[in-house]
């Protein structure tokens, strides 16, 4: 069988899709005849991460490393087949493992084509690349150790660069951000300039006329050493291309020395820190221009991290830059916290998409260069504080310029330029490097942009908490802020925490007319927390909100170190009585390596009321975790009675109080003598190490005569029981921040801890201390301690503390506060036989006469019967609180019985179930009338064909729509991972609801049975 027959077999066609490719080496130029006619590219749906290059000619070892690293460098495709040398096999590998990882690393599988296992090759047919079901059957060879993006090594190769060159320049410039800005100088210089080489745009004919040697190149003038070389080579790259870069910041001759010119032209040959990927590896002719924002991470401060300043990956900003320019409308756009330029970037290519498809762009490169500046400086805007973020933004657009436009015609056309005018005007025209701000976005003295209107307004402003001493201060002191009526107040009576985010969506109005359309990445705690009130209420109230993506769930996929959740909000200038779509985004089957994608499923959109959030009514956090029917059930709790009535109170003041809070400035100054203009300058890390010396003084590890009272922490303790003690404390206690009244640790009360996986309590009646994450209460009416604790260590608890108070999904569980632990629910009558059974038990537990795990199930199963739950409320919470796995058959069957039962008591015909699991998929198949049964597509059928439609109708290479939920006339199909969690008893009767919402009317209040 040739391979002509061998990948016919496999669907595809060598005519229409594997597509004859050219690979041109300049200095292989030997592989580069060999390859002629040898090399086809089939490309995939862009979601599913499947293209692939097949390359017929046996090749050598050098020949197979070449080709690796080119086609890595293209990042292009997923997948090499190479025919072997005895032309017997295809060889499959994984393009995407960086050239470091060893070949026969990277080999997946190997098909023999003179006589095929059928079996194997069933795996590797078309619709499976199509589908991105290719990858369920490979899965597990994608080691995520290996897996190592183009982007991610080049940050690798280039942070070695800078740590070096920052090495060398430290004593040449001792101020921090200075040498800063000199060590990425020198660097975008570089890249930009490996870029134009690269690109053959300046070559030998260049450095002939203006230096007189066509053998010189860029890593030549380095090795000579010679600054006034360098210098003016930079200058003259500066006047043909009037790139800014090469003008700010000047690099004074004294920096350009020997040592730093052959440490850059080392790194060209070398890697500086692992000896193995160089500059040089990297090809900027075929590697995506959008990698170059991406090295903005290197000069990220650890600090800035902490304070919210991410790189912002592309999947990202296309989302919102496709949902804010919805129609093809060309308008100018700014970012008013550019970063690296991510969105700038993929702003200006959604308008030249549009330009394209207008048919507005010339023909002919040179006017394509030229229209593209144009459309550059009038339509693309942004401010950056930080001048090294600057820099990348303007690095990233200039590049924007040459994308797919053939380097040798520009090459010819600024040879021809230099010979006919001696000098090159074509990139001057239209500068657009004024466009790009270097300043504080939210200076109110001189204001960027003054009073321009812009039609797109997108960004992902930093998340830190405003200081005293940040110049962002003065913002929320000065900036005034217009209501309606009149009204102007100034920002700090709105903006909740001092959080600087906020300060940028009030700053939006000034730059912004009635028909502005704003796409913004922010904190969750902006929406969720309580601290934001007045920021919310100000939000629901001056905008018309369209679309809020809940990220919580996919924040590994979006920021791989941030600890802030965010939210995606779409929103126009002014107030909309409108229906707010709510996307809680999760991580589904494509979400992981090798896809990473965001799963945008429409039926899963929650209907939010933008006047109900205005009004109060609701709250967005609602839907933060749970849906409609785990709402339910939370309204059902919050209408008993509260804990707080339970709670002892003195003159008028609840007995509900945090513990200890050790140390803060007034402490250190009294006993360090530290000045508070002192401790100011101070790094976290030197405050911490003073906390500690304050600390040491005045705690103890072991219990000693001075130091004899038990201190806990929240990690001391379990339910019902103190596991550990942390440390021991003196009677004497009035030298902390927050000592609290001693009555706190005395006498019986219930402890509980506010961070943790779980709530946790226990009861107390010994002389103990604890810190202020821990929570004390002491009860009316002391009888009822050992059911209140119950109670609060319960599932039914932990489950409405989840769904209902939880601020953010994925911290620390559960960090509520007082008025979080008031409103806890307990029934408004209780079971006096219940009560005694339950405290009964958690008495016996306090004292540790059984462990916990020996009465949960059953403690839980009383408390579940003390507030009087049913059986589906019941089994939610159990669902809620399972373990994840597969699903096996037993699961499986209670899901699809119980679904039937569900829904049949309102269809006259018996209604059929047929499921399917493959790929990690599991398929339901309703038929809601078993006579038309053998009508439909069979589960099996429909996993396949669910795979392959997915992707093909949802073109974007970000991020993936789909629905969980099929409908035809009579049949429904429902699609979800092979996770138990997905396929629950509750889930069915969810599931079944949702069905007959769809299917069946209300009519005078109840839903009516039809065939």
């Given at each position: 069988m040739?391979?002509?027959?061998?990948?016919?077999?496999?669907?595809f066609?060598f005519n229409?899709?594997?597509?004859?490719e050219?690979?041109?080496?300049e200095?292989?130029?030997c592989?580069?005849?060999?390859?002629n006619?040898?090399?086809f590219?089939?490309?995939?749906?862009?979601q599913?991460n499947?293209?692939?290059?097949?390359?017929?000619t046996?090749?050598?070892?050098?020949?197979?490393?070449?080709i690796?690293k080119?086609i890595w460098?293209k990042?292009?495709?997923?997948?090499?087949?190479?025919?072997?040398?005895?032309?017997?096999?295809?060889?499959?590998?994984y393009?995407?493992?960086?050239?470091?990882v060893?070949y026969?690393?990277s080999i997946?599988?190997?098909?023999?084509v003179?006589d095929?296992?059928?079996?194997k090759?069933?795996?590797?047919k078309?619709?499976?690349?199509?589908?991105?079901?290719?990858w369920?059957?490979?899965y597990?060879?994608?080691?995520?150790v290996k897996?190592?993006?183009?982007?991610?090594?080049?940050?690798?190769t280039l942070?070695?660069?800078?740590?070096?060159?920052?090495k060398i320049l430290?004593?040449?410039?001792?101020?921090?951000?200075?040498r800063?800005?000199?060590?990425q100088a020198?660097?975008?210089?570089?890249?930009?300039?490996k870029?134009l080489?690269?690109?053959h745009i300046?070559?030998?004919f260049?450095y002939?006329?203006?230096f007189?040697?066509?053998?010189?190149?860029?890593?030549?003038?380095?090795?000579?050493?010679?600054?006034?070389?360098?210098?003016?080579?930079?200058?003259?790259?500066?006047d043909i291309?009037?790139?800014?870069?090469?003008?700010?910041?000047?690099?004074?001759?004294?920096?350009?020395?020997?040592e730093i010119?052959k440490?850059i032209?080392t790194?060209f040959r070398?890697?500086?820190?692992?000896?193995?990927?160089?500059l040089?590896?990297f090809?900027?002719?075929?590697l995506?221009?959008e990698?170059i924002s991406?090295?903005?991470?290197?000069?990220?401060?650890?600090?800035?991290?902490?304070?919210?300043?991410?790189?912002?990956?592309?999947?990202?900003?296309q989302?919102?830059?496709?949902?804010?320019?919805?129609?093809?409308k060309?308008?100018?756009?700014l970012?008013?916290s550019?970063?690296?330029g991510?969105?700038?970037?993929?702003?200006?290519?959604r308008?030249?998409?549009?330009?394209q498809?207008?048919?507005?762009e010339?023909e002919?490169?040179?006017?394509?260069?030229k229209?593209?500046?144009?459309?550059?400086?009038?339509?693309?805007?942004?401010?950056?504080?930080?001048?090294i973020?600057?820099?990348f933004?303007?690095f990233s657009?200039?590049?924007?310029i040459?994308?797919?436009?053939?380097?040798?015609e520009?090459?010819?056309f600024?040879?021809?330029e230099i010979k006919?005018?001696?000098?090159?005007?074509?990139f001057s025209?239209?500068?657009?490097y004024?466009?790009?701000l270097c300043?504080?976005?939210?200076?109110v003295?001189k204001?960027?942009?003054?009073?321009?209107?812009?039609?797109?307004?997108?960004?992902?402003?930093?998340?830190?908490?405003?200081?005293?001493?940040d110049?962002?201060?003065?913002?929320l002191?000065?900036?005034d802020?217009?209501?309606e009526?009149e009204k102007?107040?100034?920002?700090?009576?709105i903006?909740?925490?001092?959080?600087?985010?906020q300060?940028?969506?009030?700053?939006?109005?000034d730059?912004?007319?009635?028909d502005?359309?704003?796409?913004?990445?922010?904190?969750?705690?902006n929406?969720?927390?309580d601290?934001?009130?007045g920021?919310?209420?100000y939000?629901?109230t001056y905008?018309?909100?369209e679309k809020?993506?809940e990220l919580s769930?996919v924040?590994?996929?979006l920021f791989?170190?941030?600890?802030e959740?965010v939210?995606?909000?779409?929103?126009?200038?002014?107030?909309m009585?409108n229906?707010?779509?709510y996307?809680p985004?999760d991580m589904?089957?494509?979400?992981e390596?090798?896809?990473?994608?965001?799963?945008?499923?429409?039926?899963?959109a929650?209907?939010?009321k933008?006047?109900?959030l205005?009004?109060?009514?609701?709250k967005?956090r609602?839907?933060?975790?749970?849906?409609?029917?785990?709402?339910?059930?939370?309204?059902?709790?919050?209408?008993?009675?509260?804990?707080q009535?339970?709670?002892y109170?003195?003159n008028?003041?609840?007995?509900?109080?945090r513990?200890?809070?050790f140390?803060?400035?007034?402490e250190?100054?009294?006993e360090?003598?530290?000045n508070?203009?002192?401790?100011d300058l101070?790094?976290?890390q030197q405050?911490?190490e003073?906390?500690?010396k304050f600390k040491?003084?005045?705690?103890?590890?072991?219990q000693?005569?001075?130091?004899n009272?038990?201190?806990?922490?929240?990690a001391?303790i379990?339910?019902?029981?103190?596991?550990?003690?942390?440390?021991?404390l003196g009677?004497?206690?009035s030298?902390?921040?927050?000592?609290?009244p001693?009555?706190?640790y005395?006498?019986?009360r219930?402890?509980?801890?506010?961070?943790?996986?779980?709530?946790?309590?226990?009861?107390?009646?010994?002389h103990i201390?604890?810190?202020?994450?821990?929570?004390?209460?002491?009860?009316?009416?002391e009888d009822?301690?050992y059911?209140?604790?119950?109670?609060?260590?319960?599932?039914?608890?932990?489950?409405?503390?989840n769904?209902?108070?939880?601020k953010?999904?994925d911290?620390?569980?559960?960090?509520?506060g007082?008025e979080?632990i008031k409103?806890?629910?307990?029934?408004?009558?209780?079971?006096?036989?219940?009560?005694?059974?339950?405290?009964?038990?958690?008495k016996?537990?306090?004292?540790g006469?059984?462990?916990?795990?020996?009465k949960?199930h059953?403690?839980?199963?009383?408390?579940?019967d003390?507030?009087?739950l049913?059986?589906?409320?019941?089994?939610r919470?159990k669902?809620y609180?399972?373990?994840?796995k597969?699903?096996?058959?037993?699961d499986?069957?209670?899901?699809?019985?119980?679904?039937?039962?569900?829904?049949?008591?309102?269809?006259?015909?018996p209604?059929?179930?047929?499921?399917y699991?493959?790929?990690?998929l599991?398929i339901?198949?309703?038929v809601?009338?078993?006579q038309y049964?053998?009508?439909?597509?069979?589960a099996?059928k429909?996993?396949?064909?669910?795979?392959?439609?997915?992707?093909?109708?949802?073109p974007?290479e970000?991020?993936?729509?789909?629905?969980?939920?099929i409908?035809?006339?009579?049949?429904?199909?429902?699609?979800?991972?092979?996770?138990?969690?997905?396929?629950?008893?509750?889930?069915?009767?969810?599931d079944g609801q949702?069905?007959?919402k769809r299917?069946?009317?209300f009519k005078n209040?109840?839903?009516?049975?039809?065939?």
């Amino acid at each position: 069988m040739s391979f002509v027959d061998f990948f016919s077999r496999l669907d595809f066609d060598f005519n229409t899709n594997l597509k004859s490719e050219t690979f041109y080496f300049e200095k292989e130029l030997c592989l580069t005849t060999k390859l002629n006619n040898s090399v086809f590219f089939y490309s995939s749906p862009p979601q599913t991460n499947t293209s692939f290059y097949f390359i017929t000619t046996p090749l050598n070892e050098n020949e197979i490393k070449v080709i690796r690293k080119y086609i890595w460098n293209k990042n292009d495709a997923d997948l090499i087949f190479l025919s072997s040398p005895e032309d017997s096999e295809i060889i499959m590998s994984y393009a995407k493992y960086s050239p470091t990882v060893e070949y026969k690393e990277s080999i997946l599988d190997k098909f023999n084509v003179s006589d095929p296992d059928l079996k194997k090759i069933e795996q590797i047919k078309r619709w499976q690349f199509d589908s991105g079901a290719f990858w369920l059957n490979y899965y597990s060879f994608i080691d995520k150790v290996k897996y190592k993006g183009i982007d991610k090594e080049l940050i690798t190769t280039l942070n070695a660069l800078k740590d070096e060159l920052d090495k060398i320049l430290h004593s040449h410039i001792q101020e921090t951000e200075k040498r800063g800005e000199t060590v990425q100088a020198l660097i975008d210089r570089t890249l930009y300039i490996k870029y134009l080489e690269d690109k053959h745009i300046i070559n030998s004919f260049f450095y002939k006329h203006y230096f007189k040697d066509d053998s010189l190149n860029y890593e030549k003038l380095l090795n000579e050493s010679d600054e006034r070389n360098i210098n003016e080579f930079f200058k003259i790259i500066h006047d043909i291309f009037s790139n800014q870069l090469f003008d700010k910041p000047d690099i004074e001759p004294k920096y350009i020395t020997p040592e730093i010119c052959k440490l850059i032209a080392t790194s060209f040959r070398a890697n500086l820190k692992t000896g193995q990927l160089r500059l040089f590896d990297f090809q900027f002719d075929v590697l995506p221009i959008e990698f170059i924002s991406s090295i903005y991470e290197i000069f990220l401060t650890d600090e800035q991290k902490k304070n919210g300043i991410y790189y912002t990956p592309k999947k990202l900003a296309q989302l919102i830059v496709d949902d804010v320019i919805v129609a093809d409308k060309i308008g100018s756009i700014l970012d008013p916290s550019c970063g690296s330029g991510m969105f700038l970037v993929i702003g200006y290519q959604r308008l030249l998409e549009i330009e394209q498809k207008q048919g507005n762009e010339p023909e002919d490169s040179i006017d394509k260069i030229k229209f593209r500046m144009k459309l550059l400086k009038e339509n693309i805007f942004g401010i950056e504080k930080k001048s090294i973020a600057q820099r990348f933004t303007l690095f990233s657009l200039s590049l924007q310029i040459f994308k797919d436009i053939p380097p040798q015609e520009i090459k010819e056309f600024i040879k021809h330029e230099i010979k006919q005018h001696k000098k090159i005007n074509l990139f001057s025209e239209y500068n657009f490097y004024e466009n790009i701000l270097c300043q504080n976005t939210l200076d109110v003295q001189k204001l960027p942009f003054g009073n321009i209107k812009f039609d797109y307004i997108v960004g992902n402003p930093p998340f830190f908490e405003i200081k005293r001493t940040d110049e962002e201060i003065s913002f929320l002191e000065n900036y005034d802020v217009h209501l309606e009526n009149e009204k102007t107040v100034k920002a700090k009576y709105i903006i909740g925490a001092h959080q600087i985010s906020q300060c940028f969506f009030l700053k939006l109005k000034d730059w912004s007319n009635a028909d502005t359309r704003f796409g913004f990445v922010s904190n969750s705690s902006n929406f969720y927390n309580d601290n934001s009130d007045g920021f919310q209420k100000y939000f629901y109230t001056y905008y018309g909100i369209e679309k809020i993506y809940e990220l919580s769930r996919v924040k590994k996929i979006l920021f791989e170190k941030a600890k802030e959740s965010v939210v995606i909000l779409i929103f126009s200038n002014e107030f909309m009585d409108n229906m707010i779509k709510y996307y809680p985004v999760d991580m589904g089957l494509f979400s992981e390596k090798p896809f990473e994608l965001l799963i945008i499923e429409e039926d899963k959109a929650i209907g939010i009321k933008q006047r109900e959030l205005q009004n109060r009514k609701v709250k967005l956090r609602n839907y933060l975790v749970g849906n409609e029917f785990d709402n339910r059930m939370i309204n059902q709790l919050n209408n008993l009675s509260k804990l707080q009535e339970y709670i002892y109170s003195k003159n008028n003041t609840l007995f509900l109080h945090r513990g200890i809070d050790f140390v803060g400035f007034k402490e250190i100054n009294k006993e360090f003598g530290i000045n508070k203009s002192e401790w100011d300058l101070f790094s976290q890390q030197q405050r911490n190490e003073y906390y500690e010396k304050f600390k040491n003084q005045y705690t103890s590890k072991e219990q000693t005569p001075e130091f004899n009272i038990p201190f806990i922490k929240p990690a001391s303790i379990e339910k019902f029981k103190i596991h550990t003690i942390d440390y021991y404390l003196g009677d004497d206690i009035s030298m902390f921040q927050r000592p609290r009244p001693k009555e706190l640790y005395k006498d019986g009360r219930i402890v509980l801890s506010r961070i943790g996986k779980t709530l946790k309590a226990v009861y107390l009646n010994e002389h103990i201390y604890f810190d202020f994450d821990l929570y004390v209460l002491k009860l009316k009416n002391e009888d009822l301690y050992y059911l209140i604790i119950a109670i609060l260590n319960s599932d039914l608890i932990n489950f409405y503390i989840n769904i209902h108070l939880k601020k953010r999904i994925d911290a620390a569980f559960p960090k509520i506060g007082m008025e979080d632990i008031k409103k806890i629910p307990i029934p408004e009558e209780l079971d006096e036989d219940l009560v005694t059974e339950i405290s009964k038990i958690s008495k016996n537990l306090v004292e540790g006469k059984f462990e916990y795990s020996e009465k949960e199930h059953k403690l839980n199963e009383l408390i579940f019967d003390l507030y009087d739950l049913s059986y589906i409320d019941k089994q939610r919470i159990k669902d809620y609180f399972l373990k994840k796995k597969t699903v096996n058959r037993n699961d499986l069957k209670l899901y699809s019985d119980n679904l039937e039962d569900s829904i049949q008591t309102f269809f006259k015909n018996p209604i059929q179930v047929e499921t399917y699991s493959e790929l990690n998929l599991i398929i339901v198949k309703i038929v809601l009338n078993k006579q038309y049964f053998e009508d439909y597509p069979s589960a099996k059928k429909t996993a396949l064909y669910v795979l392959n439609e997915i992707f093909k109708q949802n073109p974007n290479e970000n991020y993936l729509a789909g629905q969980e939920k099929i409908f035809g006339e009579y049949c429904v199909y429902i699609i979800k991972k092979d996770l138990n969690t997905n396929w629950t008893e509750t889930k069915a009767f969810e599931d079944g609801q949702d069905i007959l919402k769809r299917l069946i009317d209300f009519k005078n209040g109840k839903r009516e049975r039809i065939r």
